[in-house]
């Protein structure tokens, strides 16, 4: 199957800091990468959905200023939490869908990015 | 809206033992069902599916039919094994860009 890939695994910050998170779809062009957010013990939460060249569509109580996601090529999202706050503390994880007709259509996930804020 | 529920666990089970784990959704029109696996500390890996009435997907042992008369799409495994134990997702598909999740099970196989 299709790989997509997450870096990094984890990560630590400290309040108020920034952090980006990236997803590379690697052996396959994904026209469209969804971001999610899974809280402890609960089912994931999309996030947004980007396409590659156009502006992320955010969900409904999502912060758009606070998570900036950016798809600047059909093979590369990133996810930027800006000025962390431990609330902000989670595990993210990114989902790749190919070319119309590529993989079937199908969605592939990363391993996800689990991050601690202090 | 489109939803989908799972039994709640964790479901604690012996090596060996019978599993099912009950997921039913409400979708308009004809969704596709799939089953997802999360190991722990790992993102989602996709289990199996089914795109229309009546399909059985199966996976590693796994199987799940899709039932349009009673809207569900149970997961069964005849022997589970210590490695079995995850949390698993029931999703669909209804024409919409992404997945609709339920909640997870998680699973505990003990030896």
């Known amino acids: 199957g299709a790989v997509v890939s997450q870096h990094p695994s984890w990560v630590i910050c400290k309040s108020g800091t920034s952090v980006k998170i990236e997803c590379r779809s690697l052996?396959?062009?994904?026209?469209?990468m969804f971001w999610y957010r899974q809280f402890p013990k609960q089912s994931l939460m999309l996030m947004a959905t980007?396409?590659?060249?156009?502006?992320?569509?955010?969900e409904q109580g999502v912060e758009k200023d606070k998570f900036l996601i950016n798809h600047a090529s059909l093979t590369l999202s990133t996810l930027t939490v800006t000025s962390a706050h431990p609330e902000d503390s989670s595990f993210y994880i990114c989902s790749a869908r190919g070319l119309a007709g590529v993989m079937g259509g199908e969605l592939f996930f990363g391993e996800g990015s689990r991050l601690t804020v202090l | 809206g489109d939803s989908v529920t799972q039994m709640e666990g964790p479901v604690t089970l012996s090596e060996e033992a019978f599993l099912t784990i009950n997921c039913t959704y409400t979708?308009?029109?004809?969704?596709?069902l799939f089953w997802y696996v999360q190991y722990p500390g790992e993102g989602l890996q996709l289990l199996l599916k089914?795109?229309?009435?009546?399909d059985k997907g199966s996976n590693k042992g796994f199987e799940a039919t899709y039932r349009k008369e009673t809207t569900s799409f149970h997961l069964e495994k005849g022997s589970v094994q210590v490695s079995d134990s995850a949390v698993y997702f029931c999703?669909?598909?209804?024409?919409?860009?992404?997945?609709?999740f339920g909640k997870g099970t998680m699973l505990l196989v003990s030896p």
């Open positions: 979708a308009t029109g004809y969704p596709s």
């Open positions: 052996d396959f062009q994904a026209t469209t």
């Open positions: 999703a669909l598909h209804s024409g919409y860009s992404t997945l609709t």
């Open positions: 089914a795109t229309k009435a009546d």
């Open positions: 980007s396409n590659e060249g156009s502006k992320a569509t955010y």
